[in-house]
Structure formats: C-alpha cells, structure tokens
Nanobody, 124 residues
C-alpha cells in the first residue's frame, strides 16, 4: 500500500509562487507514475501535471504550461509542483496521485493512490 502525504499550499497574491510537495511511503517510489490534479468548488477534478517514474517524461495541461513545473526525487520519495505566475483560476484544492500502470496519465480514475489534498488560494 502507498501513502501520499502532501505539504505546502496556502494563500498567495496573483502573480506569486507556491511549491507543493508530496511524500510517498510504502512501495518502490520510482515505479510509480505521479500526477497532480486540482478541483475547484463546483467543478470536476482536473489534470494538472504528470511525471514518469524515472522523471524523464512530463506532461502539463495547457493552462499551466510555462508556469508550473513538476519534479521528483526518487531518493527522497517525493514529488513536487512548483507554481509561478499564479492567477485566480489556479485557486483549487490540489491533489498528488500515483499509479503503477503505464498508459493513461490525464484521467483521475487511472490513479490508485491519492494525497489528502491541499488548498491553494490566489487572491487578485
């Protein structure tokens, strides 16, 4: 079983930056593909970013490309999301997620393991 524990997030002004982190335990972390998702009030959970097990492949939703960076440290069993140039549309609860199967990366139901979620609020 894999446990994902998130940290970071909070309140930031528009244009500012935040870093989210997710620590994993329970399995060989490098075998897990990891993603970040977010869910705003009244909206469905949406894909934000993905990183392969070795870290060599990443994917981002169009709205965050050039502003967000996903990274991982397999020696420390962590995955991070660096967010910059934040705007009000980025306000949401952010979740890290993990999966062991290769393939679909953008659908939430492809992921088995989920963090507890962390609130990111961008004030304008």
């Amino acid at each position: 079983q894999v446990q994902l524990v998130q940290s970071g997030g909070g309140l930031v002004q528009a244009g500012g930056s935040l870093r989210l982190s997710c620590a994993a335990s329970g399995r060989t972390f490098s075998r897990l593909e990891m993603g970040w998702f977010r869910q705003a009030p009244g909206k469905e959970r949406e894909f934000v970013a993905y990183i392969s097990g070795g870290g060599g492949i990443t994917d981002y939703t169009d709205s965050v490309k050039g502003r967000f960076t996903i990274s991982r440290d397999n020696a420390k069993n962590t995955v991070s999301l660096e967010m910059s140039s934040l705007n009000a549309d980025d306000t949401a609860v952010y979740y890290c997620a993990g999966k062991s199967n290769i393939g679909v990366v953008r659908r939430p139901n492809a992921y088995v393991y989920w963090g507890q979620g962390t609130q990111v609020t961008v004030s304008s």
